[in-house]
């Protein structure tokens, strides 16, 4: 969909974003863990330290997933950090997506983080500002309206 009305939302927009959703979900956890972990590290118990690291992680990763996918597959089609700046994520034709492309886009991150984050700043430099995630997933994230 190539309707010049649409809005993309740019770059910093949606680092700002992505920083809010990083504080609602890494603070939870790491009051959970923060007290648990330092703990666990002390004891002379050596077969648990590496779950003390591991189990944390996968965590993080789950929980990461499960926000950023549920989120913007949801009504809301946004995580918090996107809904307080007023975007949304669509797919190409500024429908809502469903959970398995949330995923997609989601997984895609990876690859949009190697070599110094070129997949995230590719926003900068294409007309609907996508990532390389974007791209993958057949997404795009639109100003709301």
Do not use: C
């Not at 990461?64 to 190409?92: H, N, P, R």
């Not at 997506?97 to 995230?120: D, E, H, P, Q, W």
């Amino acid at each position: 969909m190539s309707d010049s009305s649409i809005s993309y939302g740019g770059f910093w927009k949606r680092v700002i974003a992505y920083l809010i959703d990083g504080l609602i979900i890494a603070v939870p956890i790491t009051m959970v863990f923060g007290t648990v972990i330092p703990d666990v590290m002390m004891a002379e118990n050596v077969q648990a330290k590496p779950f003390a690291v591991t189990v944390p992680q996968l965590v993080m990763i789950i929980t990461s997933w499960v926000y950023f996918a549920g989120l913007e597959s949801s009504e809301w089609q946004a995580t918090v950090g996107k809904k307080i700046l007023g975007m949304k994520v669509t797919d190409a034709a500024g429908q809502r997506i469903n959970f398995i492309k949330a995923t997609v886009r989601y997984l895609s991150k990876i690859l949009s983080s190697f070599i110094f984050m070129i997949g995230f700043i590719m926003v900068v430099f294409t007309a609907q500002k996508k990532g390389l995630h974007d791209f993958i997933a057949g997404t795009l994230v639109e100003n709301r309206r």
